[in-house]
């Protein structure tokens, strides 16, 4: 049972195959059987669970369910939830637990889904392997040795492990397409205002966006459907009506435009990646789509622009977090600053303090016209290469990351190699466009994802490509040598 997808699991709650409760234990019971290998869990939430499964089952009984009624999931631990804790992966939040829900989950609650923990995550998303989680780093379900991606590397990987059969995840940079190409899963980062913020842990809120992740495009659609829509609390989230995102998904590729950027497919793309892409490439234009070659000539300020505005962004979002209101206090603060430079320095890991200087100094006096004001400035040419694109093309399409999964502590040590990770993803959040990926094969026996981009609020289009290509691909079904539990 743990091998079916969202969709299939609704169908048998609505048959009354299987109940909620049935469903629900399966999951915990896989955690406590798997999780320790892999990590993946923060918090698992056992009773509230059983006790949530319990009115979705009296809901099914009554003929009242939704398509998630029922239905466990998995969220990020940057996601707030009423009294479970939110640690977003930190020291400083280990011992919060918030007072009221994210957006985002309570629209998971009035459709009747049952939460099942909190997945690990990189220290307030900022990350590409999870390695900076406090809670430890998390194995990837392919290969142990290797990381899942980050920053939702929890949710990535226990979507892979069948320890959740789907999960929410956030983007602020690649954190869901990123994590979901290393685990072989399907993630979807929405447009930027498509999905609320409201109580989701602020990163860099111009560029901070949640999605689901999930075996499949059709229930990566299912999942959005609950997720999208206009919140009165998040001034930045859309009025744009939410289409139903599963309603498209069987229409033909005929006559669709695919545009490759050159610049994706150069050097710092390794080899077998390539050709694995290039299959998937080819597999689409069978389906009837002609591919062109499109150019995004800034592509290679991405990476600068990026790390200059989502620290900026960082370095205020984080000034909250001083020890007064709630989180990490140090113990028995000498006066103020003792108390806010302790907290601090005990409550934050490396890559997070890191990402605090950059930013601060990034926006301090003499250097905010050089550095913040110039990188806005960039990433208005950015948004602009892919809006010109979009005149000749439906979609873009190309690699996830330049390579499959690399190893635990690989790359650790080395910022910037780490950064380089994120090379085809940041854009997509730089210029609020929506973004996918879709497992597309398997180097060094390792899943790789073809990332497929989007315009601004054409998710639907998105899952309608990526659900014709699981139609006629298996990538996305394969398990690999991960261990099945019962
Ligand atoms: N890897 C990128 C970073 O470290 C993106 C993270 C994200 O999308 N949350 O900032």
């Not at 990590?39 to 979705?56: D, H, K, M």
């Not at 011992?95 to 909190?118: E, Q, R, S």
């Not at 892409?277 to 069978?286: C, F, N, Q, V």
């Not at 208005?380 to 996830?400: E, H, M, N, S």
Request: glycine share 10%; net charge negative.
């Amino acid at each position: 049972m743990h091998t079916n997808t969202v969709a299939q699991l609704a169908l048998g709650l609505q048959r009354r195959d299987f109940s909620s409760t049935e469903l629900t234990e399966l999951y915990l019971d896989r955690i406590s059987a798997l999780d320790d290998t892999y990590n993946a869990y923060i918090t698992v939430n056992a009773e509230q669970a059983l006790a949530a499964a319990a009115i979705a089952d009296a809901r099914l009984a009554k003929g009242t369910g939704d398509a998630l009624t029922g239905i466990p999931i998995a969220h990020k631990d940057i996601f707030c939830t009423s009294g479970l804790r939110t640690s977003c992966g930190s020291r400083m939040l280990d011992n919060f637990v918030p007072p009221y829900d994210a957006t985002v989950i309570k629209h998971f609650d009035a459709a009747g889904a049952v939460i099942l923990g909190k997945t690990n995550m990189d220290e307030f998303a900022m990350g590409s392997s999870n390695e900076n989680s406090y809670y430890g780093a998390v194995k990837n379900p392919w290969d142990t040795s290797a990381v899942p991606g980050g920053s939702s590397g929890g949710s990535a990987a226990a979507v892979a492990a069948m320890l959740a059969p789907a999960a929410t995840g956030t983007d602020t940079g690649g954190s869901i397409r990123q994590p979901a190409a290393f685990c072989g899963v399907t993630g979807l980062k929405p447009t930027y205002g498509r999905v609320s913020r409201l109580g989701m842990i602020a990163f860099a809120s111009s560029l901070d966006q949640a999605g689901p992740l999930a075996r499949t495009a059709q229930d990566c659609a299912i999942l959005l459907n609950v997720m999208a829509g206009h919140d009165k609390l998040d001034s930045t989230s859309s009025e744009e009506p939410v289409p139903d995102y599963t309603a498209g998904l069987d229409k033909p590729l005929q006559g669709l435009r695919i545009g490759l950027p050159r610049e994706f497919f150069g050097d710092g793309l390794a080899a077998s990646t390539a050709a694995a892409i290039d299959a998937s490439l080819k597999e689409l234009e069978a389906q009837g789509a002609t591919l062109v070659e499109v150019s995004l000539p800034h592509s290679k300020l991405t990476i600068p622009t990026y790390y200059v505005i989502a620290p900026a962004e960082a370095s205020t979002n984080l000034s909250r977090f001083d020890g007064v209101r709630y989180g990490h206090r140090c113990d028995a603060p000498k006066d103020l600053h003792d108390l806010y430079t302790r907290t601090r320095e005990e409550g934050f890991g490396d890559e997070v303090k890191r990402r605090i200087l950059v930013g601060t100094y990034a926006l301090s006096a003499g250097y905010y016209d050089a550095y913040y004001k110039k990188a806005q400035q960039v990433r208005r040419l950015i948004q602009q290469d892919y809006l010109d694109a979009f005149k000749d093309v439906d979609i873009i399409a190309g690699p996830t990351t330049p390579g499959p999964a690399f190893a635990l502590g690989a790359k650790s040590n080395d910022p910037l190699a780490m950064y380089l990770e994120d090379v085809y993803t940041l854009a997509v959040n730089l210029a609020g466009l929506p973004g996918m990926s879709v497992p597309a094969g398997f180097v060094d026996n390792k899943p790789v994802g073809l990332q497929l981009i989007g315009q601004h609020f054409d998710e639907a289009r998105l899952l309608n490509v990526a659900h014709r290509f699981q139609q006629a691909t298996d990538w996305h079904t394969q398990q690999g040598a991960m261990p099945q539990g019962k």
